[in-house]
């Protein structure tokens, strides 16, 4: 869909938008973050593009983020965006089952936003929680809606539970998690470089059991995985493109989350992740792959580790005992079984993704006509 924006100048973007607005049906979107480094950029994507209609954002304290930053954040990050007024909301601050979670550091780096100030604002989320804010937002539209998945799917396995008469309102869930030929993401040298678990995937990791759940249900599931992200490095030569391109405060705050993880950068281990999967909401080209059903592995254990974090309560937010899992296996996305088929992204075109990054950051605010 994009495509046909490339290579328009700043001013014309801002014509193309308000056009489009004017004239056109939007895709709408809701977005599930967990609000990490990567979910910065794909929340301006949605909240940006002008092909893109967000209608909430939702997030919990299960991911990167915990619950009382990212109500802070959220608002501070969409007024930098086009879709500055959309509700947004919390869920639980817990997995729905196990005892595992990002390393510190980077959840510290998720609530401070890598240091990089965003605007002030006095929004105040929902009184509702995620998932009934997830219910209320599809029982309002007339028509499909995308879910973005970009952190755990503990919300998104909570709604289905909670409201499975919904899953008719649902075009796709497009998510970033898992993977299935690369190498998993959890072992990183200065974190966690002694973990056991060689294959599963950070967004997974952290809450198996919700994965298994949502791939167990019936939704048209597209899974932006490592398989397809490892496809899209970010490096120094592409920080250095974007910054010589920045016209708008969206993409000047990107800008500096890029100058201040220039060392993440160099260590050839930062991608297009969750960003990925947002720009596949609007460009579906740039997942190709095929149709496979999947299963997530979560072997229960007697007692946890030095990678099970006590300090969860036992008790799940449904009233049971926590269980342990096995943490060399939990989390590892596994094609086969009885599940329905879902989409699995095997190829892409980085430069595309790129191009696209670059162009939708820079989209002026249609309102105000704002740029730096």
């Known amino acids: 869909m994009f495509q046909r924006f490339s290579r328009l100048s700043n001013a014309s973007l801002f014509v193309v938008f308000s056009i489009f607005c004017s004239t056109a049906s939007a895709e709408k979107v809701i977005y599930d973050t967990d609000m990490g480094i990567d979910d910065w950029s ?83 989320p929902t009184e509702l929680n995620s998932v009934d804010l997830i219910h209320q937002l599809l029982s309002e539209q007339d028509e499909q809606v995308v879910l973005l998945s970009a952190g755990s799917l503990t919300n998104i396995a909570q709604w289905l539970q909670k409201y499975p008469e919904d899953m008719p309102k649902v075009s796709r869930l497009v998510m970033m998690g898992g993977g299935f030929d690369a190498p998993g993401n959890i072992i990183v040298p200065g974190f ?77 281990e930062y991608y297009f992740w969750d960003v990925l999967a947002a720009l596949v909401v609007v460009e579906p080209e740039l997942c190709q792959g095929e149709m496979q059903s999947v299963w997530v592995e979560h072997n229960k254990v007697s007692s946890g580790d030095k990678w099970a974090d006590t300090s969860i309560p036992n008790v799940t937010e449904a009233g049971i005992a926590r269980s342990h899992y096995d943490p060399a296996t939990f ?15 095997r190829h892409t075109q980085p430069q595309k993704a790129f191009d696209a990054l670059i162009e939708i950051l820079n989209i002026q605010d249609s309102s105000n006509n704002k740029t730096i």
């Open 192 to 268: 966690t470089g002694d973990h056991p678990n060689k294959k599963a995937e950070w967004n997974i990791y952290v809450d198996a059991v919700a994965a298994d759940i949502v791939f167990a249900s019936s939704l048209p599931v597209e899974v932006v995985g490592l398989d397809l992200t490892n496809q899209v490095m970010v490096t120094p030569e592409y920080a250095k493109r974007f910054k010589s391109e920045v016209k708008t405060p969206a993409a000047e705050f990107w800008d500096k989350v890029l100058d201040d993880n220039d060392w993440f950068i160099e260590s050839n």
């Open 42 to 124: 794909a929340m301006l994507v949605v909240a940006n593009h002008p092909e893109i209609e967000l209608l909430g954002v939702t997030s919990n304290g299960v991911g990167e983020g915990h619950c009382a930053e990212n109500m802070v954040n959220i608002p501070g990050l969409l007024a930098l965006s086009n879709s500055a007024d959309v509700p947004f909301a919390c869920g639980d601050h817990f997995p729905m089952d196990g005892y595992f979670v990002f390393p510190a550091p980077w959840r510290k780096q998720a609530d401070t936003l890598s240091g990089v100030p965003v605007p002030t604002t006095d929004r105040v």
């Open 331 to 345: 989390g590892i996305t596994r094609i086969g079984g009885d599940n329905p088929a879902v989409k699995i992204c």
